[in-house]
């Protein structure tokens, strides 16, 4: 197992929004429950989190391009960006479309991430992952804004 420096930097910069968001907002609870699909984000998201910062030698096949590493690094940095945009504009106003990019976006890290791994576990976890966020995110979100 190796750490990946780049995937560590990644999380915490994707993560500061959220923990800023979380420590603002403490008592937040969506409308929308379903136990299971909450169980499948969260074994997704801390399984997407896991592969993004640790190099697991299990079903992985090696990178796609060989030397497609700064295409890959250009990618997730710019969706990177784009996602602490999006935060800022969403703690300025909620709307459907700002939630929704910030489920869509690191669903996209993660994605693109293991894809370009090859790693099947984490491409696995990524698909769990915005199987659940975005359903949640819609369901909790699809009343704000209809004219959005």
Excluded at 2 to 12: T, V
Excluded at 92 to 121: D, E, Y
Aim: aromatic share 16%; proline share 1%.
């Amino acid at each position: 197992m190796i750490i990946n420096i780049y995937g560590m930097c990644l999380m915490l910069i994707i993560m500061i929004p959220n923990i800023i968001y979380a420590i603002r907002k403490k008592h937040i609870d969506g409308d929308y429950h379903n136990k299971g699909l909450e169980i499948v984000e969260q074994i997704g998201r801390f399984g997407s989190m896991f592969f993004m910062i640790f190099y697991v030698r299990i079903l992985d096949f090696g990178n796609w391009l060989v030397d497609g590493k700064y295409i890959y690094m250009s990618m997730v940095a710019i969706l990177a960006l784009l996602y602490c945009f999006v935060w800022v504009l969403y703690f300025r106003k909620v709307t459907f479309s700002s939630a929704m990019l910030l489920a869509i976006l690191p669903t996209l890290i993660f994605l693109i991430s293991s894809v370009f791994r090859q790693n099947v576990l984490f491409i696995l976890m990524s698909l769990l992952f915005g199987i659940g966020h975005l359903t949640i995110t819609y369901q909790n979100n699809k009343r704000t804004n209809k004219e959005d």
